[in-house]
């Protein structure tokens, strides 16, 4: 004999459809690095926190080119101010900026080579097409010594990266 299902369990199936179609829906499409369609996350971290695009008080344009370079490849920031980094990919092939520290970027760039078609999206990254540009807004609340590169597979050991020194805020 057959168990039928009661009214609470087809309500409880019912109701778990539509969250189950939104996630496999979301898992087939390509979403990594594409940029931020929501609100931003604000998750601190050891060299700042995201911040929405109306905070940013300045933009810095950082290009990235075929040669494996950023250009510029130092940015000196003061604690607590807020950049639109402006990624611009005037490159043939696909580039991305991620800022970190140096030991969070190594251990990133070894995760993409293993592997290199991982999905993520972080607001602390922007995945850049040929042609196209990307913005990072962040606040840069910790003073110190920071970095950004591009962890796509050989980018980041041909030397694509840079640094970034956020000035504390004098007592």
């Known amino acids: 004999m057959t168990a039928q299902p009661n009214r ?29 369609g929501g609100p931003v996350i604000r998750e601190q971290k050891p060299w700042g926190i995201a911040a929405e695009p109306r905070e940013a008080r ?17 940015l000196d920031v003061r604690e607590g101010e807020t ?9 043939q092939v696909m580039h991305e900026i991620v800022i970190g520290t140096r030991e969070e970027l190594q251990a990133h760039a070894e995760l993409m080579r293993k592997h290199p078609n991982m999905e993520h999206d972080e607001p602390y990254m922007a995945h850049v097409a ?12 910790r003073p110190g010594d920071f970095e950004f590169a591009c962890l796509i597979p050989g980018h980041f050991e041909a030397g694509m990266r840079g640094t970034i020194r956020v000035q504390p805020l004098s007592k």
């Open 8 to 36: 609470r369990d087809l309500l409880a199936f019912a109701l778990m459809l539509p969250a189950a179609g939104a996630a496999l829906a979301h898992g087939s499409q390509p979403h990594g690095h594409q940029g931020h």
């Open 58 to 74: 300045r933009t810095v344009e950082i290009r990235m080119t075929d040669d494996m370079r950023f250009s510029p490849s130092h």
């Open 83 to 91: 950049l639109r980094l402006r990624a611009v990919n005037r490159g």
């Open 130 to 141: 040929p042609g196209q540009r990307g913005d990072i807004v962040w606040t840069f609340n």
